[in-house]
Each structure stands twice: as structure tokens, then as C-alpha cells.
């Protein structure tokens, strides 16, 4: 690190190093790497309730989820690690996530599966003793060598609570060393959930999952999905300015607008399953659009990309990017007289304003 890189907090490296992981935080920074696909979230908005009948000050954040109490209802969604640079982002994220409740996810931990001198890279306990903390790897990679054994080395290398299982179907097919062999895996799924001692959950990266997906996967045995649907980072974007191969680079374009709107996946996927674990994740942008998650059926609202940033930037500057979401959260529950969540996600006062 630099001069001016301690001065500012910043974490990445003025010049690119060519690793993997730290590249794709660089191109979600400095590309646009956005989805073609807004989040559907701004087809909704909350009736203003201008005689409240609560205190600010007294609204609740506290939420629960898998039968745990959780400080507030939001989660830094899985971003990196495998890196020293990432690892250092990771520890920021989890120091401040620890600081304000946020539940925490962590990056792919396969590298650190794999390479166990990359496992420093996914110790957040160090800095997040008490939040929940969420493990993660490929699902695709249960075709690739990986079982319960491995799930469980991710689990006990981040401290986690749970497990969660990624689907990344088209970010493997344009990704230069991508594993493209996802047949079979549900059953494969269907094991981890059942022998491995933490809940395990699945979620898409970016594209979204439906109603009839999800079905499937709460029926092997998933203890929550995180819809993780389309209107933030489009992983097809980000592989394409990373290869090299010319026809992978052109077709990259053709699905800029691909994949399920976060608003619609959650909405079918909480009419699915009434009280399975749900995430609503995907192109979020403030408490405005977390409220709105929530109230269509979400147990947590996830923040990915909007985050990093800041994350990159300076504790500082994330802790205050947390706190405004917060600040929005609250604010948008007082607009509509909800003093907690199950408030909020009972409420009557969310209406579709598009069809």
C-alpha cells in the first residue's frame, strides 16, 4: 500500500495485479457492469400514512430469521475474499457489520478450500464475533470433486453460521476457466442440505430465481434462497471485459437484459413457500428499496455492489453508507405506522403503481 493509499483507506491497488478476484471488484468499481434489467422495485411505492401513531425513536429493526434474532433485517451479500486485497475488504465489511447488525456473507470460499493459505482470507470472526455470518461456495462445484466434507472445511474456515450455495450458470459459461456442468445438481444440493450440521441456502448471483425453482430447492431440503435476482451486477458484463475470446466478448451484450426481475422473484417465490427462508437481494439502493423487499416478502434485504465502494473506500465511509440505509429504513417504516418488521412485512400500504 502506498502513501496515498493508507492516507485514504483505500484498499485496492492503484495498478492491476491480473488476480482474478481482485479484478472483478475493479471492474464492478470502474466498468458498467449493470444490468440491462431494472429491479422492479421502482414498479412499487408505499400510501404515506400521515398520522403514523408511533415514536421514531422507538421503531424496531430487530428481525427473525431461521429461528434466530437477528439486529436488523439487512446483509452484506457475498462479494470476495481469496486475497490479501480481499481479505481486507472482507475484514472491513465484517468490522463494520459487527459495529451496526448487519448480517454478514462472504465471498466464494473455494480458494480457500483448495488453497488453505488463502483461509486467512475469510476469517471475519476476528472482527465479527457476534453477527451472522454466512459461508459460501459454488453449487456447480459439487459436479467438480466438492461435497459435504468441503462444504463443511467453507463453514469452519469463515466462522459461519450457515452455508450458502451459489448458482452462477452464465457467468460460468463466459468466464474464461468457468465449470459449465450443471446437471444432476439438485440432488447434489439436496445432500448438503440434509448432512451438514448449519442451515443451507441457495442463491443466484444476479439473474434471479422463480417461483418454481425455488419450490425445488425448498423441497430438497434449502432452508432459505436468496432470490438475488436481476437489476444490479450482471456477471455476464463483468466476465466479458475479463476475456480474451472475441465471440464470448460480442455475446456478452446479447445478455445484458437477461434475467428476473428482484421484485418478481420475490414475490413468487414468497407465494411458493409462505414461510420459507427468503432473501430479497439483487440491485438494491437504499432502505427505500429494503422496506419495499421486506414488505413484499423478504426476511432480509441484501446490499452487494452499492456497497463496495464504499467498502473499498474507507471505514468511514462505509459505516456511513450502512447507517443511511438504516436511516432510510426507519424513516420509510415511520411513513407508513410500522413500529417493527413484522409490521412492516404485514403492511397494506405497498402498492404496485405498473403492471
Not at 452499492?306 to 473506500?313: D, I, K, Q, R, T
Request: one cysteine or more; hydrophobic letters at 45%; proline letters at 4%.
Amino acid at each position: 500500500m502506498n502513501g496515498n493509499e493508507a492516507e485514504s483507506g483505500s484498499l485496492l491497488p492503484e495498478i492491476p495485479t491480473g488476480e482474478r478476484k481482485i479484478e472483478h471488484v475493479r471492474l464492478c468499481l470502474n466498468e458498467d457492469v449493470g444490468s440491462g434489467v431494472t429491479s422492479g422495485l421502482e414498479q412499487y411505492r408505499f400510501r404515506h400514512c400521515a398520522l403514523p401513531e408511533i415514536d421514531f425513536e422507538e421503531i424496531s429493526l430487530e428481525a427473525s430469521f431461521l429461528g434466530r434474532t437477528f439486529r436488523t433485517p439487512l446483509l452484506i451479500s457475498s462479494m470476495t475474499g481469496g486475497s490479501e486485497t480481499t481479505g481486507a475488504i472482507n475484514a472491513r465489511l465484517a468490522a463494520v457489520a459487527e459495529r451496526r447488525g448487519w448480517a454478514l456473507g462472504v465471498g466464494s470460499v473455494r480458494a480457500a478450500v483448495e488453497k488453505e493459505e488463502l483461509a486467512p482470507t475469510f476469517h471475519v470472526r476476528a472482527h465479527a464475533p457476534t453477527i451472522p455470518v454466512i459461508a459460501n461456495l459454488g453449487a456447480v462445484q459439487l459436479n467438480y470433486g466438492f461435497g459435504v466434507e468441503q462444504c463443511q472445511r467453507a463453514v469452519d474456515i469463515a466462522g459461519a453460521d450457515m452455508l450458502v450455495l451459489h448458482l452462477n450458470g452464465l457467468q460460468e459459461v463466459f468466464q474464461p476457466e468457468g465449470n459449465t456442468n450443471f446437471s444432476g445438481l439438485l440432488s447434489r444440493i439436496g445432500e448438503v442440505c440434509r448432512r451438514l450440521d448449519v442451515p443451507v441456502g441457495v442463491k443466484e448471483v444476479g439473474w434471479g430465481i422463480d417461483g418454481d425453482t425455488a419450490a425445488r430447492l425448498y423441497d430438497a431440503g434449502a432452508a432459505f434462497v436468496d432470490v438475488a435476482g436481476a437489476g444490479g451486477t450482471s456477471w455476464s458484463q463483468v466476465e466479458k471485459f475479463r476475456s480474451r475470446d472475441a465471440v464470448r466478448r460480442r455475446a456478452a451484450e446479447a445478455f445484458a437484459g437477461w434475467g428476473i426481475p428482484t421484485a418478481e422473484c420475490i414475490a413468487e417465490v414468497r407465494a411458493v413457500s409462505p414461510h420459507g427462508g427468503l432473501i430479497g437481494s439483487g440491485g438494491l439502493q437504499g432502505g427505500v428499496d429494503a422496506a419495499k423487499a421486506l414488505a413484499l416478502g423478504a426476511d432480509l434485504a441484501g446490499f452487494g455492489r452499492s456497497l463496495l465502494g464504499p467498502a473499498v473506500s474507507s471505514e468511514q465511509a462505509l459505516d456511513e453508507a450502512l447507517a443511511q440505509v438504516e436511516f432510510e429504513l426507519r424513516t420509510a417504516m415511520f411513513g407508513i405506522g410500522a413500529a417493527d418488521v413484522a409490521a412492516l412485512k404485514g403492511t397494506r400500504r405497498l402498492v404496485r403503481t405498473r403492471p
